[in-house]
């Protein structure tokens, strides 16, 4: 039984955690022509406070409920009053294109509006993460839009550092778990990206964060937590590549290797709270 605010926006369900609000919800998306979820964690504050808003965009095959559910950020946004928001990865639905493999089509969107057939129709999901989404935050939620950060992980971690790079006035923080730091160094850019946007690589580079550093984009400050165990390192994520285009661009950036670390929520939550903590920092 889903219950409505009057606004087309359905919550789908809140429960009461670390003395805040974790909701999940649903409203009908313009951008992708689809329904979409997304959750929102609203610390308790005072009548007519608004908080600073921290987005994290999730990996391939996820949707809005594992971070939800195992990201463990809720203690840290209580300590520093933070709204933690969660969208899906890409749109659903039977009349959604999809792809048999995990890393193309649903579960899959990349963060890109898709120019090619079929996926251009509903595979928007920039402009719903730029541009839709934020302004039904603004308005639902006690949130302050001045004060935005992004973080997110592998896929999301890419989404992530693109948005901000692109949208630097926006954000004023950016971090990532191991985020795939060049879809045009990486079989998985390469499958997504041609498959969304076409063979021209050159209008991949909006959408690889090297190439935009090295195209002049530039944010205050960078966080990058990556596991040293994770086995995606070597052939997908290629961290290195991140290292090497901040420091020639003098982009300030703290890039940690994590010992022993997978690619899991297991990593994540380790180092969510210290996250949370540096664009707490930020958006003060």
């Known amino acids: 039984s889903l219950d409505t605010n009057g606004d087309g926006m359905e919550i789908v369900s809140t429960n009461r955690s670390h003395d805040g609000t974790q909701g999940v919800y649903k409203h009908q998306s313009s951008e992708t022509g689809t329904e979409m979820t997304f959750s929102v964690f609203v610390p308790e504050h005072a009548e007519g406070a608004k908080l600073p808003v921290l987005w994290y965009l999730s990996g391939l095959t996820c949707t809005h409920a594992n971070v939800t559910e195992k990201g463990e950020f809720r203690a840290a946004c209580v300590e520093h009053g933070v709204i933690f928001v969660a969208p899906d990865t890409s749109p659903r639905g039977d009349d959604v294109p999809d792809d048999e493999g995990y890393d193309f089509g649903k579960g899959a969107g990349f963060y ?52 901000a790079l692109r949208n630097p006035e926006r954000f004023r923080s950016v971090s990532a778990f191991s985020p795939i730091v060049s879809p045009l160094a990486c079989s998985w850019g390469d499958k997504a990206l041609t498959g969304y946007i076409g063979p021209d690589r050159a209008a991949w580079r909006e959408y690889d964060a090297c190439a935009l550093i090295e195209d002049g984009a530039r944010v205050p400050d960078l966080l990058v937590d990556q596991g ?10 290629k961290t290195y590549l991140l290292s090497d285009v901040c420091e020639k661009a003098g982009q300030p950036a703290a890039i940690r290797m994590q010992e022993g670390y997978d690619h899991s929520y297991y ?13 707490a920092k930020r958006l003060k």
Request: glycine content about 10%.
């Open 112 to 163: 890109v509006d898709a120019t090619q057939e079929p996926w251009a129709k509903h595979f928007r999901m920039r402009s719903y993460i730029e541009k839709e989404l934020p302004a039904l935050i603004a308005e639902q939620f006690p949130a302050d839009m001045a004060r935005q950060g992004m973080t997110g992980h592998s896929m999301g971690g890419h989404g992530a550092l693109t948005i």
């Open 228 to 237: 040293t165990g994770d086995g995606f390192l070597a052939d997908q994520l």
């Open 267 to 279: 990593f994540i939550s380790t180092f969510m709270a210290e996250h949370v903590a540096w664009h």
